[in-house]
């Protein structure tokens, strides 16, 4: 794996774990507005990630949309097949 792909797929899961985050917040307080604002915004965040990802190198998940086509899921090297 490129460090231009390994630093997209950390912006991937960085924005993961920040949505994971404020979900855990909004858990034990679902009444703040600015955790829900911040919610939203994570969201967005990590949808363009993803799709900046699939769009770059391959799809991280099945349903995930891609300029390289719909069988780029089964085309790209699985986790193990990576270099590095």
């Known amino acids: 794996m490129s460090a231009e ?10 924005e993961g774990f920040a949505l994971d985050e404020v979900r855990l917040f909004l858990d ?3 009444g703040d507005t600015e955790a829900l604002q911040y919610l939203a915004q994570r ?3 990590y949808r363009a990630a993803q799709e900046n990802y699939a769009a770059r190198f391959a799809p991280l998940q099945i349903d995930n949309p891609s300029a ?5 899921w089964v085309r790209a090297p699985w986790p193990w097949e990576w270099e590095g």
């Open 5 to 14: 792909q390994q630093a997209c797929l950390l912006c991937v899961m960085a």
């Open 28 to 30: 034990t307080h679902p």
């Open 43 to 45: 969201q967005a965040a």
């Open 68 to 72: 390289a086509g719909d069988d780029a």
